[in-house]
């Protein structure tokens, strides 16, 4: 014999039951969501910092061949005429030795007659983006290197 009170517990407890069974999977479906987000993040946070360090690098192996190039005075010049102005032959070929030497991918090229302009192009592989496609990451860096000569100050 039942109890009128438990017939509406009986009741309740159905509802209960019906309800839990349309919202199984919903807490699988919302964390594969979840990872999902999780995963792109950690990809951009690990790939972009990457990404940062290679820039950086191209931009000091631009610097430094860029440098090794603007050094390179015409000699003949100097002894001649007492000015100092770059060989733009042996500043291209000095400033392209380094980073073949160097293992960097770049252009070098003459800017004026005491100055070399050196572009590095750096590409590295991506460790958690290469999972949605993203392969790779390149980076850009350059510098110019101008030829100063002597000692100046204010007024000279």
Do not use: C, W
Not at 8 to 13: F, L, S, T, V, Y
Not at 58 to 83: F, P, W
Not at 115 to 121: E, F, K, L, N, Q
Request: aromatic letters at 2%; charged letters at 15%; glycine letters at 12%.
């Amino acid at each position: 014999m039942r109890l009128p009170g438990s017939a509406g517990q009986a009741a309740r407890a159905a509802d209960v039951r019906r309800a839990a069974a349309e919202d199984r999977g919903s807490l699988i479906l919302m964390l594969a969501v979840l990872l999902i987000a999780l995963v792109a993040l950690a990809g951009l946070v690990i790939d972009g910092g990457a990404k940062l360090d290679a820039a950086q690098s191209a931009a000091a192996a631009a610097q430094e061949a860029a440098r090794a190039g603007a050094g390179m005075v015409n000699q003949a010049e100097a002894y001649s005429a007492g000015t100092f102005t770059v060989d733009q032959g042996q500043a291209l070929a000095a400033a392209r030795h380094y980073l073949a030497t160097s293992g960097y991918q770049g252009t070098a090229a003459a800017v004026g007659v005491n100055a070399i302009r050196v572009t590095v192009t750096v590409s590295e592989p991506t460790k958690i983006l290469s999972i949605v496609g993203i392969d790779s990451m390149t980076s850009r860096g350059s510098a110019t290197a101008v030829l100063v000569t002597g000692v100046t100050g204010p007024g000279r």
